[in-house]
DNA sequence: TGCCGCCGGATTGCATACAAAGGCAGGCGT
DNA sequence: ACGCCTGCCTTTGTATGCAATCCGGCGGCA
């Protein structure tokens, strides 16, 4: 999952990739998050650690961040999974998700720059052009840079990373969704209000729109998770 | 700061404190909150190793969960210092507490139960007594347990650790106005609101009491720190 | 005199070795 | 036959040693 916006954003800070643990950190997380390891999968040090020809030392440092981050649990002497959290959580994970965008929303309608706001028009025209393309991953990548773009609108860099540490944990349970190519033309529908309020100034206009979107995209994971 | 909840609450799991690690983490994290490690002071794995009786290993990964959860800054063969955060930065807490608490505010008059709702109103009933005891201490606790009992009340886990994460994470930064013991009063007038409005289900009156409430412990910081 | 580069010390990052705790299977007793 | 207990085995937790990187001071050079 790389996000259009580069290496220098304030969700993760300078890239400081250069210790084996922090490497580790990142290439597990992009499997946890784009599901290459399934919910629930064991992480065992020492497999990790022959695939990645590294040292325990590291992995267990890498482990430990993703269970301080929530991607993964971790009981002493028993290892590490990666989290499955329950059905209940999850839905309390976009309910929470559905308030922290929105707020971001609504404080990016008050708070950004006419150079902001281009750009976020801009990456909103980008997606619209992407809804036919057929490249779920690549309308994947633009839709968390747009995301990514009214977070830093917000102007609130502490709030901008607590939103994004949700929609990380949240990925996960949301794969699925973009299978539908249906729900892209909808999503861009949903995606118009919220710009059109940002753009116009309106706090509430925003969060109500980027509300609404957040409790739909909630629902239809509701709705994909019981058909299983 | 020990919680009145005791130790199996949602807001830190089961009772984890089994390996030396785990328990460096807790006492750095709780040395850090309550304020006897100042922000910017650099931990020295070696020496923290030594005062403990531990090697560096476990010293080690107690600050790289540390840092994970945002209380100390690390960057790679440079060390991990007490987190601190820029003025800026530490405003941008204040606004995301003030919206998470107000959050579960709202949450909880519309789903506490009648027990929860009683206990509310015990824990409340109890710092109104402990305002004219002048045991700042005991005061900090039981105010720590009244929003802990909101949390709960918002029945949304997820949130209520997002909000506890965040209040700790303010937490070194507003320990100074315990000092002024005329804010308590004007504080338990505030909660007084909050608890009315959770009371009589009113979700909306809730947020906005909870809102201003924190909005005021801000604000409040914010005066302290200018007269530094 | 001031700046640049090199070198030594100190600290962190990683690897390896050892200790300890949990899980499982087999045997024993009831 | 079933359940419990015990001992081994696997995996994690901790200690220690070595390698790599950063910081400070020193000396050379313009």
Redesign the interface.
Same mark, same amino acid.
């Given at each position: 999952m790389t996000l259009l916006v580069g290496e220098h954003d304030v969700l993760r800070g300078p890239p /400081?990739r250069?210790?084996r643990a922090?490497e580790l950190r990142a290439q597990l997380a992009d499997d946890i998050v784009r599901g290459a390891l399934a919910p629930g999968q064991t992480l065992d040090e020492m497999d990790l650690a022959r695939r990645f020809g590294v040292s325990r030392t590291p992995v267990? $440092?890498a482990i430990? /961040?993703l269970?301080?981050?929530g991607l993964v649990d971790t009981?002493?002497?028993r290892g590490a999974v990666v989290a499955r959290p329950s059905h209940e959580?999850i839905l309390?994970?976009f $309910?929470?998700m559905a $308030?922290l965008e929105a707020?971001c929303a609504g404080k990016a309608a008050e708070r950004m720059t006419p150079a902001e706001r281009q750009t976020l028009e801009t990456v909103h025209e980008e997606l619209r052009v992407l809804i036919h393309s057929g490249d779920p991953q690549r309308y994947h990548e633009v839709n968390e840079a747009f995301h990514a773009a009214i977070y830093a609108g917000a102007h609130?860099?502490?709030?901008a990373e607590?939103t994004f540490a949700?929609r990380t944990r949240v990925q996960p349970f949301r794969r699925a969704q973009f299978r539908l190519l249906g729900r892209l033309a909808k999503s861009h529908v949903e995606h118009d209000q919220v710009v059109e309020a940002i753009l116009r100034g309106d706090r509430a206009g925003a969060f109500a729109a980027m509300h609404a979107h957040i409790i739909t995209v909630g629902e239809e994971y509701e709705a994909y998770a019981k058909s299983l």
């Open positions: /400081q250069k210790t922090e267990r $440092e430990r /961040q269970a301080a981050s009981r002493p002497h959580r309390g994970m $309910e929470a $308030e707020l609130n860099d502490y709030l607590m949700t």
